[in-house]
């Protein structure tokens, strides 16, 4: 399996908190993704990076900022959670450098609960 | 409508049936597609990559038809380990975005 982690792995907070959710590789992949899942809609991409400080917006980013300031590390902040943002977050990876590697790794993901 | 559409189901077979899961996608500027197996409260893992017209891994055969947009899934002699979610994946150059099916559900019985 590839090396990804996510924390938390699970958290519970209350509406207008500020949330972050870290995503740590030990593949030295340079692609890295943030998305969630909810009943009805699949994977939906929040925001991805292709670089260290290079970030950009994806399909549901409202809501939503993201920083990379390693390799490494890719953190996903709620500024205000809403009670609309409980969902499950995954974090992935991908190395379009390698070949064949348009394929993206998962980690294990984190379930967010805003009462 | 949806960018890569597939049938929820469930899908309820009997062990070692033949089952197959079909998408369609919108967007003819997909480069590559995928499957993706997900198990229940566990993250989507790479089950086949589908480059060309398709590709055979054991009893899972993926198809791909560029003329009409589809692709397929079909598993031969399922077994009960084999259910799980079914995801199909169309993969976008830019920005290497994958966009995801909803997913097929399959249960395999004894």
């Known amino acids: 399996d590839a090396g990804i982690t996510q924390s938390p792995r699970h958290k519970v907070t209350e509406t207008g908190t500020p949330v972050t959710l870290r995503c740590h590789q030990t593949?030295?992949?340079?692609?890295m993704y943030w998305y969630r899942q909810d009943p009805g809609h699949g994977l939906r991409l929040i925001h991805y990076s292709y670089g260290v400080k290079d970030t950009d917006k994806g399909e549901v980013s409202d809501g939503y900022s993201v920083s990379r300031s390693k390799t490494e590390d890719f953190l996903l902040t709620l500024e205000s959670a809403t009670s609309s943002q409980t969902s499950v977050y995954f974090c992935?990876?991908?190395?379009?450098?390698?070949?064949?590697?348009?394929?993206?790794?998962f980690g294990p993901g984190t379930r967010l609960t805003v009462l | 409508r949806k960018e890569v559409e597939q049938d929820p189901g469930p899908f309820n077979v009997p062990e070692g049936a033949t089952v197959a899961f079909n998408c369609t996608y919108s967007n003819s500027a997909s480069q590559s597609f995928f499957w993706y197996r997900q198990d229940c409260r566990k993250e989507p893992k790479l089950l086949m990559s589908?480059?060309?017209s398709g590709n055979e891994d054991g009893r899972f055969t993926a198809q791909l038809n560029r003329a009409s947009q589809y692709i397929s899934l079909l598993i031969r002699d399922s077994k009960l380990s084999d259910s799980a979610t079914y995801l199909c994946?169309?993969?976008?150059?830019?920005?290497?975005?994958?966009?995801f099916g909803q997913g097929t559900e399959l249960s395999v019985k004894p």
């Open positions: 589908v480059y060309s």
């Open positions: 593949e030295n992949h340079r692609y």
């Open positions: 994946v169309a993969f976008y150059n830019q920005g290497g975005k994958l966009i």
């Open positions: 992935a990876i991908s190395d379009p450098t390698s070949g064949g590697a348009d394929e993206q790794f």
